[in-house]
């Protein structure tokens, strides 16, 4: 073997020893008795992944050192990252792994390195197959079926919504969790309504649980379900028709009827009455008609102009924001951001267009919901983050806290519960304990200036708690504890009460809920039903992007990234339902980043501007 083969072989081993280590802390005397203590070679899986990494280094490893470039070593060393934070938090509820002692420092260095090489190797094989394959010249040896050929969206609709028949029949008349089951609560009175959800898609359920109400509290939640799953399916499926009409590989379209169709999650979410179905859906949607607005090839394609396309992204995103709250936020950065792929004479209209959806929600936020009686959302919402930072600092530090301290905090919140309530991956019990109705700016202020008080203190106790209430968002080998992905239960919550209930046996649910569960356990499948997958994949095409030098094209993933970014912010850890938008628009996502990697098309794309 030459000297590369020779170093292909020391890495592979580096990386399985990454690999192997536990996670765990040891407090052992000396580095070595430490490194032993963490270190588990013994078992089988893991000399078949040194194996593996043995003929797969040293295979690629030539071809590795020429195609390797500056983003697959950023993102190898994020991944890295990622990996040691997510190890640490999964099995010690800290950053001991990485942070405990000096030696721990070197052996989580050591791991660092383990994974860099094998994120850098793997990312950049994979850029460089990528870039030598050609989304467009790409032809499936066998056409479509000749009905789907002619009727790709209808196709895909009929095959998504037969694979979500299951779902639907065996959970009629519908899952209500406890999102779904407030916003019905409000709509009949049972509590104070307000814009804690989208309160126009609370109208809208709500006024189809009126009409079946006409029968029964069953009927009504039915109807919901029924007509909701319906436009989810028509979302998805339009999704499928654009990638067809685009000429996308006849692999990515069945691939994408497939992915709505068979994924658990879509068909859970299809029978369920929740926000994020909709929203999810919708969104999609409009992912799919912001890039056919972005490139005139595929405005070509639809059979379209612009103009149109314009009217219909703006509606669909109004649509989005009516769906839920924080949806504002990635249409109106993602359509100031379409600027810059139209001509210069289109962006004034594009920059209309976003203004006015931006407008428009405003509107139906700051003046017609106060006028229909709807109440703004408490301002606790927003402060998971510095409110699970306090939490955990009077768990971990309570004997350097001021009196001064305490009594700013107990302004906001219960003092006196706060240890007691905190769960890091969950920030609900600690905002529970919010003062609702006696806030006031100065005592915002001063329960601020005690949290940063704290924070110059002890600044590392708040990096923890931010960490393990969000590293399920980026660590794919997560499975979210704090509550369940899916919502396959129908519960009472408030003092108003529905008659309603399931009408097939418990035994023929729990089949159903056991074979979405087993998703989450099978290699491969796990992982596309992990939250943070899904981000390890926005930032994999991302960076595709930049290995093709095509950066601008990232500006497209702006709605897509600020998902992930509100999900960081969100009272969970690693969330399920609030990462489906992003798992919703993935498609989308692999068709624009791979597409727009293509020179030769987005240059013929900007000659017919």
Request: aromatic letters at 16%.
């Amino acid at each position: 073997m030459n000297k590369r083969k020779w170093i292909s072989v020391i890495a592979a081993f580096w990386s399985a020893a990454a690999i192997a280590l536990s996670g765990e802390f040891v407090e052992a005397n000396g580095l070595l008795r430490t490194l032993n203590s963490e270190l588990n070679g013994i078992r089988l899986d893991k000399l078949i992944v040194l194996a593996a990494l043995v003929a797969f280094y040293y295979k690629v490893w030539d071809r590795f050192v020429e195609e390797s470039k500056w983003i697959t070593h950023l993102l190898a060393a994020s991944f890295s990252v990622c990996m040691l934070i997510g190890i640490s938090y999964s099995t010690q509820g800290s950053w001991v792994f990485f942070m405990g002692n000096r030696k721990q420092m070197v052996i989580a260095f050591l791991a660092f390195a383990g994974y860099f090489i094998l994120f850098d190797v793997t990312l950049s094989i994979f850029y460089g197959w990528l870039s030598r394959l050609n989304l467009y010249q790409i032809r499936a040896k066998k056409p479509l079926p000749a009905f789907a050929q002619k009727h790709s969206h209808l196709w895909a609709f009929l095959v998504i919504y037969l694979c979500w028949l299951p779902w639907i029949i065996v959970f009629f008349p519908g899952s209500v969790p406890a999102d779904g089951y407030r916003q019905l609560d409000m709509y009949f009175g049972g509590e104070k309504f307000t814009t804690r959800h989208a309160w126009v898609l609370t109208m809208f359920v709500g006024l189809l649980m009126s009409i079946g109400r006409l029968i029964n509290d069953n009927m009504g939640v039915f109807l919901i379900i029924l007509v909701t799953s319906l436009l989810e399916c028509y979302c998805y499926s339009g999704v499928c028709s654009r990638l067809k009409k685009w000429k996308a590989p006849k692999q990515l379209y069945v691939g994408s009827v497939l992915f709505f169709g068979l994924m658990p999650m879509f068909g859970t979410y299809a029978q369920t009455v929740i926000k994020d179905s909709m929203f999810s859906a919708v969104f999609a949607l409009y992912m799919a008609l912001y890039a056919e607005c972005a490139i005139p090839a595929l405005q070509k394609r639809s059979g379209k102009r612009l103009s149109s396309q314009l009217i219909q992204l703006a509606i669909v995103g109004i649509l989005t924001c009516f769906c839920r709250n924080n949806g504002i936020y990635m249409v109106f950065v993602s359509m100031v951001f379409l600027i810059f792929f139209v001509a210069k004479r289109q962006r004034l209209v594009v920059l209309a267009l976003a203004i006015a959806v931006f407008g428009c929600y405003s509107v139906s936020e700051k003046a017609v919901a106060p006028a229909l009686g709807i109440s703004s959302i408490s301002s606790r919402v927003y402060f998971s983050i510095p409110f699970q930072q306090t939490a955990r600092y009077v768990r971990s530090y309570p004997e350097d806290v001021t009196e001064e301290e305490k009594d700013a905090i107990n302004q906001i919140l219960n003092y006196d519960q706060l240890a007691q309530r905190y769960n890091p991956e969950l920030s609900d019990p600690v905002k529970a304990t919010y003062r609702t109705g006696n806030i006031t700016k100065e005592k915002l202020m001063n329960y601020f200036k005690a949290w940063f008080s704290m924070f110059k203190k002890h600044p590392g106790v708040y990096i923890e708690a931010t960490l393990h209430n969000t590293y399920g968002y980026f660590y794919p080998f997560y499975h979210n504890t704090a509550q369940g992905p899916y919502r396959l239960y129908n519960k009472t919550f408030t003092e108003y009460q529905f008659e309603y209930d399931y009408v097939f046996p418990k035994e023929a649910r729990s089949v159903m809920a056991q074979y979405a569960y087993l998703w989450r356990n099978v290699p491969g499948f796990a992982q596309i039903s992990n939250s943070g997958a899904y981000t390890w994949m926005l930032l994999i095409l991302a960076g595709y992007l930049f290995y093709r030098k095509r950066g601008k094209g990232i500006l497209a993933l702006a709605a897509p990234a600020l998902n992930v970014a509100i999900c960081v912010a969100s009272p969970v850890n690693g969330m399920f339902r609030y990462v489906l938008p992003l798992i919703a628009c993935m498609p989308v996502v692999v068709y624009w980043c791979i597409g727009y990697g293509e020179k030769e098309f987005t240059d013929k794309s900007e000659e017919s501007r």
